[in-house]
T-cell receptor, first 113, second 113 residues
Framework: EDQVTQSPEALRLQEGESSSLNCSYT??????LFWYRQDPGKGPEFLFT???AGEEKEKERLKATLTKKESFLHITAPKPEDSATYLC??????????????FGQGTILTVHP | ETGVTQTPRHLVMGMTNKKSLKCEQH?????MYWYKQSAKKPLELMFV???????ENNSVPSRFSPECPNSSHLFLHLHTLQPEDSALYLC????????????FGEGSRLTVL
């Protein structure tokens, strides 16, 4: 069964304490892996797209990496404003000609000052 | 206005009411989507439209009826809903058809009494 699993479900960090979020997937024919950030009461905000193993993308304190089975979202020296739910989504072959897009359940990140 | 705009932001309706959710995107994208977000569950795709044509219906009950009059507007007509339909309904759009990254609106919080 095709699956997208994010871990941990929740993560509490002190300001400045670097860590990583994980998104593992068991799908065939990966067409793209997406990271989103969602603040309470708002829609998800696009962060990154990764297409192939070994690819990396960076934005401010965030860095996303991709292997053949998982992606990591590394957060370096986080600040309280980085607190949000981080969602991973995987597009893969299947369904329509555009493939299928499946979201993980998300990781709730809380950064304490 | 910029981005993806959803109205209303909050909606409370009885099980026998008929209401509609509206979405408008100002990004010049050609694909639009409805997603359902329930507590503790991953985002669920409901419908996909590409150039006004419905390309995907993810086995959604007929009490949800989408309408896409043009590439910038998307509606979700609601009738005879159940309490378990209470959720955050998110509209999204993407460039380059359903392969591109999604840009979400802020959502319509629906409560069915």
């Amino acid at each position: 069964e095709d699956q997208v699993t994010q871990s941990p479900e929740a993560l509490r960090l002190q300001e400045g304490e670097s860590s990583s979020l994980n998104c593992s997937y068991t799908v065939s024919g990966l067409r793209g892996l997406f990271w989103y950030r969602q603040d309470p009461g708002k829609g998800p905000e696009f962060l990154f797209t990764l297409y192939s193993a070994g690819e990396e993308k960076e934005k401010e304190r965030l860095k996303a990496t991709l292997t053949k089975k998982e992606s990591f979202l590394h957060i370096t020296a986080p600040k309280p404003e980085d607190s949000a739910t981080y969602l991973c989504a995987v597009r893969y072959a299947g369904g329509t000609s555009y493939g299928k897009l499946t979201f993980g359940q998300g990781t709730i990140l809380t950064v304490h000052p | 206005e910029t981005g993806v705009t959803q109205t209303p932001r909050h909606l409370v309706m009885g099980m026998t009411n008929k209401k509609s959710l509206k979405c408008e995107q100002h990004l010049g994208h050609n694909a639009m989507y409805w997603y359902k977000q329930s507590a503790k569950k991953p985002l669920e795709l409901m419908f996909v439209y590409n150039f006004k044509e419905q390309t995907e219906n993810n086995s959604v009950p007929s009490r949800f009826s989408p309408e896409c009059p043009n590439s910038s507007h998307l509606f979700l007509h609601l009738h005879t809903l159940q309490p378990e339909d209470s959720a955050l309904y998110l509209c999204a759009s993407s460039q380059g058809g359903p392969l591109g990254e999604l840009f979400f609106g802020e959502g319509s919080r629906l409560t069915v009494l």
